[in-house]
């Protein structure tokens, strides 16, 4: 009789097991599915705010100026900017409100106009996090065209972010990216590019 417990508890677990590594295969399938669909909706997103842009003229921020940057709706979602880092060859719009950094990019606080725009963003529509050094060039370009042309001044490494850890004066440009499988983030402060 106890051996049957014991088998019957043994093939228990056996199931149980297989169940759960059949489970977490079917989260990944579907983290790794549901992340490809983002970058996707992203492309289209560029595309539609793309074909939309007026010319695009240089800009640069400006303390005292009004900081209301105006939105492009876009299949029911306002954007505010495209955000750009040409080395990287990579595209990304950038949602008005905070809310879903997974999907697409998203506005912190702040504005590009008055140098006080934190912006964030999952890791997975922007792998090129790692690959970024001091120097390195990424712009962004409003809805009515003024391209405001950055330069990364510093990279800092966090477990995580609250509006404190993000505010900087000294940077008019914050932009931090969630790490995809950790409690991680890259916070990169950036200057004007002169």
Known sequence: MKKTNRTTLRNLCIVA???????ALALLIL?????????????????????????VENAVPE??????????PVEGVDFVALLELPAFQTRLPVCNQWGSPEKYP??????AYDGTLIVGVQEHLFPAAEQLY?????????MTG??????????EI??????????????????FVKHSFSSKYTVLRLDVAL
Do not use: K, W
Not at 63 to 72: A, F
Not at 134 to 142: F, H, I, M, R, S
Not at 146 to 155: D, L, M, T
């Open 158 to 175: 966090h477990e995580n972010v609250e509006a404190e850890t993000l505010q900087d004066t000294d940077h008019p440009l914050t932009l």
């Open 31 to 55: 983290s790794v599915a549901s992340r490809s669909l983002y970058r996707f909706r992203c492309a289209e997103y560029v595309s539609a705010i793309g074909a939309t842009l007026p010319p």
């Open 106 to 111: 998203c506005r912190f606080t702040g504005s």
């Open 134 to 142: 001091v120097g390195d060039l990424l712009t962004l370009t409003d």
């Open 17 to 23: 097991g297989c169940a759960l590594i059949v489970g």
């Open 63 to 72: 303390p005292g100026r009004n900081n209301t940057m105006p939105v492009l």
């Open 146 to 155: 003024n391209r405001f042309s950055y330069r990364i001044a510093n990279i």
